[in-house]
């Protein structure tokens, strides 16, 4: 088996710890668009765009096309901070927050958009978009990939995002509701007005009847809950007025998520009922369950993705659902996958790493994946080398 060269290997290296460095937490990705879009700049591209979401769009082959590929890596990272990290080599690992996901999967998109660039490639059929898309992550709500899908409305044929590990892939969306809910009570002073509804007591009430819960289930469907974060009061001598918390549901199953938010809705009832204390909710994002997708379509996407794993990695790749930014896709039924090219751990903590030797794998099957959608201006669809990465087209 022919892996890339070390030169190659190298620079993925090297333009991973460049990303690392650009701070990007969701809603604060600009400074890597930019990044995206002067380092494909330099390869040459002509039609790079940064839109109001804060994607950068490379469209190959997209004027007048009436079927686009889509291929993708998102930008943002979990983490608020926005003062650079410093990664750190440990051995074989490469450790970071946000190394893994998305860092090293963008890495190798923008290795391949390049090499589609410096070679003159053409799309075999329709249009191919390259996106570093923002709003992944937690409350970023999809918002990138919702702004792709809305400007190429009807256009896209098939949507693969690169994000998460080596020989796993997302093949069915896992939708959810995010909300803060926010109790308001009289208040007062903790001795001089004992007995008087305390905010954080309601909060916990609330609570605990959403725990009281059963999940519905369809099928082997799988549904959740769960209350993320609490905070509220004033001091220790206060009854509070006002508490908040954070609540997600999340399910595999359109009706079971729709059934788990009317569970939701009649627990805020019953909380409501006391005329002690209000109750204000508020929306913070929604990622919709699977639409109707061509099982055809679906599983001849999901079928060179297995058989691209199986070639380079001696087994089946593990199948499975996710909330990914293919939830947008799938739910307006357009075949879509997410597929990673790295192995490693820690994914959302700041002890996230990456298997440096796994870049070697993932690097190649990066390439091969998108130089499938290609081929030289004239000639043959396949044939040759694209160097330094020993990937055939």
């Given amino acids: 088996m022919?892996?890339?060269?070390?030169?190659?290997l190298q620079e993925l290296e090297g333009l991973i710890l460049q990303l690392?460095?650009?701070?990007?937490?969701?809603?604060?990705?600009?400074?890597?668009?930019?990044?995206?879009?002067?380092?494909?700049?330099?390869?040459?591209?002509?039609?790079?765009?940064?839109?109001?979401?804060?994607?950068?769009?490379?469209p190959i082959g997209c004027e007048g096309a009436s079927q686009i590929d889509v291929l993708m890596a998102h930008t943002d990272t979990v983490f608020p901070e926005t003062t650079p990290f410093s990664p750190k080599r440990r051995g074989n690992r490469l450790y970071c927050p946000g190394v893994g996901d998305d860092t090293a999967n963008l890495a190798i998109l923008l290795l391949g958009a390049r090499a589609v660039l410096e070679q003159g490639l053409r799309p075999k059929s329709g249009g191919v978009l390259f996106?570093?898309?923002?709003?992944?992550?937690?409350?970023?709500?999809?918002?990138?990939?919702r702004q792709v899908m809305k400007d190429y409305a009807g256009r896209v044929r098939s949507v693969v995002s690169f994000d998460g590990t080596l020989n796993t892939l997302c093949n069915w969306a896992v939708g959810s509701l995010r909300y803060e809910v926010r109790a308001k009570v009289k208040g007062g002073h903790s001795y001089g007005h004992f007995g008087?509804?305390?905010?954080?007591?309601?909060?916990?009430?609330?609570?605990?009847?959403?725990?009281?819960?059963?999940?519905?289930?369809?099928?082997?469907?799988?549904?959740?809950?769960?209350?993320?974060?609490?905070s509220g009061g004033t001091s220790i001598n206060s009854i509070a007025q006002s508490a908040k918390m954070l609540y997600e549901i999340r399910s595999d199953h359109r009706l079971c998520l729709e059934a788990t938010h009317r569970l939701f809705e009649d627990a805020l009832g019953r909380a409501r009922e006391?005329?002690?204390?209000?109750?204000?909710?508020?929306?913070?994002?929604?990622?919709?369950?699977?639409?109707?997708?061509?099982?055809?379509?679906?599983?001849?996407?999901?079928?060179?993705?297995?058989?691209?794993?199986?070639?380079?990695?001696?087994k089946r790749p593990q199948l499975g659902p996710g909330s990914?930014?293919?939830?947008?896709?799938?739910?307006?039924?357009?075949?879509?996958?997410?597929?990673?090219?790295?192995?490693?751990?820690?994914?959302?903590?700041?002890?996230?790493?990456?298997?440096?030797?796994?870049?070697?794998?993932?690097?190649?099957?990066g390439m091969e994946a998108i130089l499938h959608h290609f081929k030289r201006p004239s000639g043959p669809a396949h044939g040759g080398l694209c160097p330094p990465y020993g990937t055939p087209f």
Avoid at 2 to 8: I, K, W
């Fill in 274 to 314: 006391r005329k002690d204390a209000s109750f204000e909710v508020t929306l913070l994002g929604e990622r919709p369950c699977m639409g109707d997708v061509d099982p055809a379509a679906q599983g001849e996407l999901e079928g060179y993705y297995i058989a691209l794993s199986e070639r380079h990695l001696s």
């Fill in 131 to 145: 996106v570093a898309d923002s709003g992944e992550e937690g409350l970023g709500n999809l918002r990138g990939i």
């Fill in 324 to 365: 990914t930014d293919c939830n947008i896709p799938f739910s307006l039924g357009i075949p879509s996958l997410s597929c990673g090219f790295y192995s490693g751990g820690g994914a959302h903590t700041y002890e996230e790493y990456i298997e440096l030797p796994s870049l070697k794998y993932g690097l190649k099957m």
């Fill in 2 to 8: 022919q892996f890339p060269h070390d030169e190659a």
């Fill in 196 to 230: 008087s509804r305390n905010a954080i007591e309601a909060l916990a009430s609330l609570i605990v009847d959403l725990y009281a819960i059963k999940p519905p289930k369809i099928g082997k469907s799988k549904t959740t809950y769960n209350v993320g974060r609490v």
């Fill in 20 to 58: 690392c460095a650009i701070p990007a937490p969701s809603g604060g990705e600009r400074a890597r668009a930019e990044f995206c879009r002067d380092f494909l700049a330099r390869a040459g591209a002509k039609e790079l765009l940064i839109d109001e979401a804060d994607n950068l769009l490379l």
